[in-house]
């Protein structure tokens, strides 16, 4: 079964950091763009962040400049690194794979597969 897992989450005051991590296994995802997604409660699932099988990285515009997001395929593994948080960064992060060259298409939030999600809250 493939599965991806995301951990890292947790309360943080606003200005810090957080990293996310999401561990994939069942398959290589290698040649799978990898992205992040959240959604704070009572709103839309939105994209965050995709990196493609090449290092194209893309970023929403409420995140570009705090967020960083990377990937270790040795590992089988895909980074968010948050900083600066802020109270509006409040969400579930979920983070997906899609069979997408240029990673595209996850941006849209097409994804082949979700990991479980993980509670991420910055306080005020």
């Known amino acids: 079964q493939v599965e991806l897992v995301e951990s890292g989450g947790g309360l943080v005051q606003a200005g810090g950091s957080l990293r996310l991590s999401c561990a994939a296994s069942?398959?290589?995802?290698?040649?799978?763009?990898m992205g992040w997604f959240r959604q704070a409660p009572g709103k839309e699932r939105e994209f965050v962040a995709v990196i493609s099988m090449q290092s194209i990285i893309y970023f929403a515009d409420s995140v570009r400049g705090r967020f960083t997001i990377s990937r270790d395929n040795a590992k089988n593994t895909v980074y968010l690194q948050m900083d600066s948080l802020k109270p509006e960064d409040t969400a579930v992060y979920y983070c997906?794979?899609?069979?997408?060259?240029?990673?595209?298409?996850?941006?849209?939030?097409?994804?082949?597969?979700w990991g479980q999600g993980t509670q991420v809250t910055v306080s005020s």
């Open positions: 997906a794979a899609r069979q997408d060259f240029y990673g595209l298409g996850l941006k849209l939030g097409e994804a082949d597969y």
């Open positions: 069942g398959r290589s995802f290698k040649n799978a763009a």
